[in-house]
């Protein structure tokens, strides 16, 4: 390795000050910072037991409903994070200087009470981990530019970029082919095509007036993510997740609606080497999804569904933008709809959502309290949509044990109707039979599409929509009212 | 007698006549703490604990402040009340992970601490209040309080939907009943107003629940999210948080979570000690059998012997709601404690075991950061054989062993 001092001794010294800051701002609490509602018996541990006050924080949090949970632990547990993170920087920083001056000829300094580390294959993961568990876990409250600050300075600093097993790692990248696997789902055939249009934002503004579902072609051309900093590519989508490390919440299991379904955070990189890239795990996957008898054991589906990445990470924000029919003003829900009688507060900003994952994912028959612009950045999808005015064909859920309300997601799994319409026995699922269970779902019309890459449907508020990707796809959804 | 102790100790709380330090290690294997002619243990919080030595009530670990690095631990100074010619003693003292909070005296009175002065005080209650025999706080803020009384009515129907061991009334025109009141917090029950007699409301009662068991009262314990209540004739009853399955029965529209409920799968034991912290509730029955139940689903590693461990679902493909535990063999158990993720068990042998979390010391084995299965606890000098051991506690990440000394 070829270092020259005045660089690394730079950036170490950038690194250091960073993280000498970052402990001074979690370590003098303000009077009216929520963390002070710890007590003073835990807050006095920040320094030297990070780890112990995140295992605390993390019982806390689920001592409560989750949007129970009061401020002080979602504080703790970022801080205690944030602490933990810095003093495993502060640490490496300090044996990077010792192994430059190794290098040098000096004598070697044995660290903590005589016993030789053996540095981390990957320190940085273990970093980013613990910052991104905070984030994604708790919201980081009042920490989140601290902790994208830090995560930055990291990818940036020059620590990384010379470190060997990084090159490796960036080396082993190139060799492999750098797209997606093809996969090889069968395309549907669509009879009630919705209807495609390149609108201007005037021309949304009167089509909203009646709103129906429309495919708006050529809204998308200008994202990055389609053109100069291409989603298609793997590599590339990996390097702005910090070499993967960054952590996202996946769903595992075919429908949020089966049983067996669950959540995991994994890295970035994990996330897209197990589900998207191994073709062997991949198919095998598609194949456990088809049958009722998947045990835990065996591989499932994965899908980073429904997760605004986009604050988690700027990088890729800067890839895409929000489309200007976001910001016109879209009539609320039909009187007589569900959705009519909920009290939705109105939102200043768009929502945004990723939903990223290979071949066969499946969003159940549901509705959102929002107008939705669904673009497709990366992938075909499978979408059909009916209107509110169809609500009593669907058969809507009830509220649920523990009181979840889930009388937004429909009973009928359209999946398994299409197959059986299909006679396709292979994706049906059980044996009671659609027609059986839900008799009035047949006389329910529908809308449908293959919403292909680089464009973008429009949902209106309440409309009910089944999601099925046809390939790997990363769709981003844009929620207003 | 002797008071043995290994586990967390960052506030100095296991610390006794040695140096104090201001980042104080863990202590990994169990370590003699003091001698004395009697020892009991009052209060095991997070960051503090209150032992009477000698009938002296100390207190060790972290102050009002924070601090934790005082040359003595302090004393607590039995209260004094002015007009009163006895001195009212603390018999029981609750708190929470900021420290002590208060007491129970032994005419069932609520005394509240004073850190500054490290006393404890008579609470005035803003309107009649009854006697409290136990006083309970949850991991999520929440009280439970209980008191005992007599009434007249023969005709009284059961209000409570246990099926328990039922007390013969000697005669039928008084029963002896426990009112159970839940309030959101300790501030909300510092407030309220107490029915002195359940039934006469002429002033209302902040109590965010109200529960009638015919029984009388013998423990009334909490974990971070549920409340356990043991009556006298051994039946056991349980609520509070029905999310995470861990209340040792089912939950159903006619038995919820947030009413007390009878633990069936322990009806005809006759349980004598309950014990409760993290997730998880540990029950030695008379017949000195140790029962648990609990454990926090999502949590990645569980007490194998749980109900719902996942190694023993695997295994046994039914679940359970309470399991029997079987520890060294299945001998018998004299004592137990639970503590937040671990548990800490007292053969019949004199032997120490212990499960769960371990990455303060709090199992005696070292550092080791879980264990799925029993392991025995160790000692820095000697082992359980050459001591004669008393009783168990556990504060929610570190362990208290009681010893008499073996002549």
């Known amino acids: ?481 | 007698m002797e008071l043995y102790a290994c586990g967390f100790n960052a506030h100095n709380q296991l610390t006794f006549n040695e140096t104090r330090e201001a980042d104080p290690k863990d202590i990994p294997q169990l370590r003699r703490l003091l001698s004395a002619e009697y020892i009991d243990i009052l209060f095991t919080g997070w960051s503090n604990l209150v032992l009477d030595v000698d009938h002296v009530l100390k207190l060790n670990g972290a102050r009002l402040d924070g601090s934790s690095t005082s040359p003595n631990y302090s004393t607590i100074q039995n209260i004094q009340k002015e007009n009163a010619p006895e001195k009212e003693d603390v018999r029981t003292i609750f708190g929470d992970h900021t420290g002590v909070l208060g007491g129970l005296n032994r005419t069932g009175k609520i005394l509240i601490f004073d850190p500054e002065h490290s006393t404890f005080k008579p609470h005035n209650p803003p309107g009649p209040a009854a006697s409290k025999t136990h006083l309970s706080i949850a991991g999520n803020g929440k009280v439970a309080t209980c008191y005992e009384e007599s009434y007249s009515d023969p005709e009284a129907p059961p209000l409570s939907s246990g099926y328990g061991i039922r007390k013969q009334s000697v005669s039928h025109h008084r029963s002896t009943r426990t009112i159970i009141h839940e309030y959101l917090s300790l501030d909300d029950f510092l407030q309220h107003h107490d029915l002195g007699q359940s039934g006469t409301e002429e002033i209302p009662a902040l109590a965010h629940k109200e529960f009638i068991l015919h029984c009388s009262p013998r423990q009334l314990v909490a974990n971070q999210t549920a409340f356990t209540f043991l009556d006298d004739l051994g039946n056991v009853y349980t609520w509070g948080d029905g999310r995470h399955n861990h209340l040792g029965r089912e939950i159903t529209s006619a038995t919820p979570a947030s009413t007390p409920g009878f633990v069936e799968s322990l009806g005809g034991i006759p349980i004598r000690k309950v014990v409760s912290g993290g997730w998880v509730t540990a029950a030695v029955s008379r017949d000195r059998d140790l029962y648990l139940w609990g454990g926090r689903p999502g949590e990645g590693q569980w007490i194998r012997e749980l109900p719902h461990s996942p190694a023993r679902v695997d295994e046994e493909g039914v679940e359970e709601d309470v399991a029997l535990a079987n520890v060294d063999g299945g001998v018998d158990i004299v004592d137990v404690a639970v503590g937040d993720g671990h548990v800490v068990v007292l053969t019949a042998e004199g032997k120490l075991f212990a499960a769960g979390r371990g990455g303060n010391g709090q199992l005696g084995c070292g550092g080791m950061e879980f264990a799925e299965a029993w392991r025995e606890m160790q000692f820095e000098e000697g082992d359980a054989s050459d001591k004669s051991i008393v009783g168990v506690f556990c504060g929610p990440w570190y362990t208290l062993v009681l010893c008499r000394i073996k002549r």
């Not at chain 1, 933990?84 to 044996?95: G, P």
């Open chain 1, 1 to 481: 390795m070829q270092i020259s001092d005045m660089p690394m001794a730079q950036a170490v010294i950038d690194l250091e000050e960073l993280c000498a800051a970052a402990h001074s701002i979690i370590e003098d609490i303000f009077a009216d910072d929520p963390i002070q509602g710890c007590g003073k018996a835990v807050l006095q541990l920040l320094r030297s037991r990070p780890d112990n006050l995140i295992q605390f924080a993390r019982d806390k949090l689920h001592a409560y409903p989750f949007k129970d949970v009061p401020t002080c632990w979602r504080r703790l547990f970022t801080d205690a994070s944030i602490s933990k993170a810095i003093s495993e920087i502060e640490w490496h920083l300090s044996q990077t200087k010792l192994d430059h001056r190794i290098n040098h000829g000096q004598a070697a300094v044995i660290a903590n009470d005589g016993v030789e580390i053996v540095q981390d294959e990957d320190w940085l993961a273990s970093v980013v981990r613990t910052l991104d568990t905070a984030v994604i876990m708790t919201g980081a409250p009042l920490r989140r530019e601290l902790i994208e600050t830090l995560i930055s300075a990291l990818a940036d600093s020059e620590i990384v970029k010379q470190d060997p097993a990084e090159d490796q790692r960036s080396k082993r990248r190139k060799l492999e082919d750098d797209t997606f696997p093809i996969s090889e789902m069968s395309i549907p055939e669509i009879t009630n095509e919705i209807p495609r249009a390149r609108l201007s934002l005037t021309q949304f503004e009167t089509h909203l007036v009646n709103p129906t579902p429309v495919i708006l072609t050529d809204a998308l051309s200008h994202w990055p993510a389609l053109n100069e900093r291409p989603w298609k590519s793997p590599s590339y989508l990996l390097q702005r997740t910090f070499g993967g490390r960054r952590l996202v919440p996946v769903e595992i299991g075919r429908s949020y609606t089966d049983e067996g379904w669950g959540q995991a955070l994994i890295p970035f990189r994990d996330f897209m080497d197990q589900y998207l890239v191994r073709k062997d795990l991949v198919e095998s996957a598609l194949r456990n999804e088809k049958t009722d008898q998947t045990s835990q054991k065996e591989h499932r589906m994965g899908y980073l569904a429904q997760h605004d990445l986009f604050s988690q990470i700027p990088n890729l924000r800067n890839d895409i933008s929000v489309p200007d029919f976001c910001y016109t003003i879209p009539p609320p829900p039909m009187p007589g709809t569900p959705l009519a009688d909920k009290d939705i507060p109105e939102l200043d900003e768009p929502l945004l959502n990723a939903w990223f994952g290979p071949a066969g994912t499946i969003s159940p028959l549901h509705t959102d309290p929002y107008h939705n612009i669904l673009c497709q950045a990366v992938g075909r999808k499978y979408i059909r949509l009916y209107s509110p005015i169809e609500t009593d064909k669907l058969y809507p859920r009830g509220i649920e044990d523990g009181g979840v309300d889930m009388q937004n997601t429909s009973q009928v799994d359209v999946a398994a109707a299409m197959a059986e319409e299909e006679a396709d026995w292979s994706d049906a699922m059980g044996t009671e039979k659609t027609d059986e269970k839900f008799p009035l779902f047949k006389d329910a019309k529908y809308v449908e599409c293959i919403l292909e890459e680089g464009e973008c449907l429009y949902i209106p508020v309440g409309w009910w929509h089944f999601v099925r990707s046809l390939s790997v796809s990363f769709s981003i959804s844009f929620w207003w009212n």
